[in-house]
């Protein structure tokens, strides 16, 4: 008997501890969202006093500001543009440009990693934030990011000058003037909001070489689709629509869901929720072998349709070679003041000459003298032409002389790695410094339909890099690496 009652404490004892965790466990995740995008995170998001808290580099990245740490002090500072926020470990007092807040939660250090408070930091940043009760999330709103039709990056005396930026001539902010959609104060900056989707895709349904997709209504969906490679698959994402409740039922823990369907042109189809705010729904078909889309709008029949044929052998390969600024726009001027313009005509001859050797590849220049091109109608261009790659030259610049090297800028997702192999080309064809690959929105790039890449061949600005650039020699070697990069997206041997 005895037994048996000290069999039964044990087990209410051990019944008892676990409570607190299986409570715990019940709590679901908050979600972080920026521009309708999931972020992830090493620590999860935590709320403290209905604040919520998330780690640094949630931050540094997602709203694009630079963090520093003093560890004697126990200070981070934030600072974009002309904001700096000063923030104190488990204080909750604040600076922000030397003016006291308050915060409800203070800052602190879990796991290893300095959690903020998510929302004061975001809207002195011009961040708009909004929280979803019933999903969890958290919704961040990166005006910049909004002002799409805006040059890719503003000038600012203390950042580096960056191509794409508006002709000398042209209006443009100072550092005192903030840029597109930002506050001139500590305010959260407002956005328009977002038009709720009310079309509901219903089904999607796979026979032989065609995609049918069902909508709950006979809106105007204009889809948007590219193909990658590695493996072979076409994405498709649908705007201003959302998934049928049956369908978000069959999401995985990742958000994703496969439908059983399959034939000789179609591995698999997958769908997701790919963003929230706006609400997008993206389809990917894995395909066993590269395959050409013909894809229609859905207009008045309330489906889409996505038809599928084996790739065509096609001509010549086109390519777009775009030498930046020309004309009126100087581009950046070098520290013994020449011009950006006539370095990268010289580079984007260059490139285009050892391109025309190529029996498979046909190159187009956007300009091939001293002419001023629209960033509109260089898009444009490489757009008509059906290009296969664009490529846009560019060198950079910086208020100092010491900052140096070699970077490249991609923004749409089927030209991530394109960009990724140009930029190994280039820094091996220059020897310069390596300052990695990045995503922004230069209009070039993000106007082009095909695969598009800028390069920042070094700074005009540093003795070092400028002394190379100019050299025909330099000029000759990079070209070739370039070419050899272009050939290799093409899979040209």
Same mark, same amino acid.
């Given at each position: 008997?005895?037994?048996?009652?000290?069999?039964?404490? %044990?087990?209410?004892?051990?019944?008892?501890?676990?409570?607190?965790?299986?409570?715990?466990?019940?709590?679901p995740q908050i979600q972080l969202?920026?521009? @309708?995008?999931?972020? =992830? %995170?090493?620590?999860?998001?935590?709320?403290?006093?209905?604040?919520?808290?998330?780690?640094?580099?949630?931050?540094?990245?997602?709203?694009?500001?630079?963090? *520093?740490?003093?560890?004697?002090?126990?200070?981070?500072?934030?600072?974009?543009?002309?904001?700096?926020?000063?923030?104190?470990?488990?204080?909750?007092?604040?600076?922000?440009? &030397?003016?006291?807040?308050?915060?409800?939660?203070?800052?602190?250090?879990?796991?290893?990693?300095?959690?903020?408070?998510?929302?004061?930091?975001?809207?002195?940043?011009?961040?708009?934030?909004?929280?979803?009760?019933?999903?969890?999330?958290? #919704?961040?709103?990166?005006?910049?990011?909004?002002?799409?039709?805006?040059?890719?990056?503003?000038?600012?005396?203390?950042? %580096?000058?960056?191509? @794409?930026?508006?002709?000398?001539?042209?209006?443009?902010?100072?550092?005192?003037?903030?840029?597109?959609?930002?506050?001139?104060?500590?305010?959260?900056?407002?956005?328009?909001?977002? *038009?709720?989707?009310?079309?509901?895709?219903?089904?999607?349904?796979?026979? @032989?070489?065609?995609?049918?997709?069902?909508?709950?209504?006979?809106?105007?969906?204009?889809?948007?689709?590219?193909?990658?490679?590695?493996?072979?698959?076409?994405?498709?994402?649908?705007?201003?629509?959302?998934?049928?409740?049956?369908?978000?039922?069959?999401? &995985?823990?990742?958000?994703?869901?496969?439908?059983?369907?399959?034939?000789?042109?179609?591995?698999?189809i997958r769908y997701s929720l #790919?963003?929230?705010?706006?609400?997008?729904?993206?389809?990917?078909?894995?395909?066993?072998?590269?395959?050409? =889309?013909? =894809?229609?709008?859905?207009?008045?029949?309330?489906?889409?349709?996505?038809?599928?044929?084996?790739? %065509?052998?096609?001509?010549?390969?086109?390519?777009?070679?775009?030498?930046?600024?020309? @004309?009126?726009?100087?581009?950046?001027?070098?520290?013994?003041?020449?011009?950006?313009?006539? #370095?990268?005509?010289?580079?984007?001859?260059?490139?285009?000459a050892l391109l025309q050797k190529?029996?498979?590849?046909?190159?187009?220049?956007?300009?091939?003298?001293?002419?001023?091109?629209?960033?509109?109608?260089?898009?444009?261009?490489?757009?008509?032409?059906?290009?296969?790659?664009?490529?846009?030259?560019?060198?950079?610049?910086?208020?100092?002389? *010491?900052?140096?090297?070699?970077?490249?800028?991609?923004?749409?997702?089927?030209?991530?790695?394109?960009?990724?192999?140009?930029?190994?080309?280039?820094?091996?064809?220059?020897?310069?410094?390596?300052?990695?690959?990045?995503?922004?929105?230069?209009?070039?790039?993000?106007?082009?339909?095909?695969?598009?890449?800028?390069?920042?061949?070094?700074?005009?600005? &540093?003795?070092?890099?400028?002394?190379?650039?100019?050299?025909?020699?330099?000029?000759?070697?990079?070209?070739?690496?370039?070419?050899?990069?272009?050939?290799?997206?093409?899979?040209?041997?």
């Amino acid at each position: 008997m005895m037994k048996v009652i000290t069999a039964w404490l %044990t087990l209410l004892l051990v019944s008892l501890l676990m409570l607190p965790t299986l409570a715990l466990a019940a709590v679901p995740q908050i979600q972080l969202f920026m521009n @309708g995008k999931p972020l =992830l %995170t090493e620590v999860a998001p935590q709320i403290v006093n209905n604040t919520t808290i998330v780690p640094v580099r949630v931050i540094a990245e997602s709203v694009g500001s630079k963090v *520093t740490w003093d560890s004697k002090a126990k200070k981070v500072t934030v600072d974009k543009d002309s904001t700096s926020i000063q923030l104190f470990i488990d204080k909750t007092s604040a600076m922000v440009n &030397n003016k006291s807040y308050t915060l409800e939660a203070a800052p602190s250090i879990i796991n290893g990693n300095t959690m903020l408070p998510l929302r004061f930091v975001s809207e002195q940043l011009g961040v708009k934030v909004t929280w979803d009760e019933i999903t969890k999330s958290v #919704f961040l709103y990166n005006t910049i990011d909004a002002a799409s039709d805006q040059p890719a990056s503003i000038f600012r005396p203390e950042e %580096t000058v960056k191509a @794409g930026d508006p002709a000398a001539g042209d209006k443009k902010p100072t550092d005192q003037q903030p840029a597109p959609g930002q506050s001139t104060s500590a305010q959260p900056s407002v956005q328009p909001p977002v *038009t709720p989707a009310t079309t509901i895709v219903q089904g999607i349904l796979l026979k @032989g070489d065609t995609v049918s997709i069902k909508l709950s209504d006979k809106a105007t969906i204009k889809p948007n689709s590219f193909q990658l490679s590695g493996p072979e698959r076409i994405i498709v994402d649908l705007p201003n629509v959302k998934l049928d409740p049956l369908m978000a039922a069959k999401l &995985n823990a990742q958000g994703e869901a496969a439908l059983p369907d399959k034939s000789d042109q179609v591995s698999q189809i997958r769908y997701s929720l #790919f963003s929230k705010e706006p609400s997008i729904v993206r389809i990917v078909i894995d395909l066993p072998r590269k395959s050409d =889309l013909k =894809l229609t709008d859905a207009q008045q029949t309330g489906e889409i349709t996505l038809k599928l044929s084996p790739a %065509t052998s096609k001509g010549k390969f086109k390519v777009v070679i775009d030498p930046g600024h020309g @004309g009126k726009d100087t581009g950046a001027i070098s520290i013994t003041k020449r011009n950006e313009k006539d #370095f990268v005509l010289s580079l984007g001859k260059k490139v285009v000459a050892l391109l025309q050797k190529e029996p498979m590849i046909e190159p187009i220049m956007t300009r091939s003298d001293d002419t001023f091109i629209e960033l509109a109608d260089r898009a444009a261009m490489a757009n008509e032409a059906g290009a296969d790659l664009f490529v846009s030259i560019h060198a950079n610049s910086a208020p100092g002389e *010491t900052a140096r090297g070699a970077e490249t800028y991609y923004y749409t997702e089927q030209s991530q790695d394109f960009a990724a192999l140009m930029h190994k080309y280039l820094i091996d064809g220059t020897g310069f410094p390596d300052r990695k690959v990045k995503q922004d929105r230069f209009y070039v790039i993000k106007n082009t339909t095909m695969p598009s890449v800028l390069l920042e061949i070094g700074f005009l600005t &540093n003795h070092i890099d400028e002394a190379a650039m100019y050299q025909d020699a330099f000029q000759n070697q990079v070209a070739a690496s370039l070419v050899a990069a272009i050939k290799k997206q093409l899979n040209i041997d």
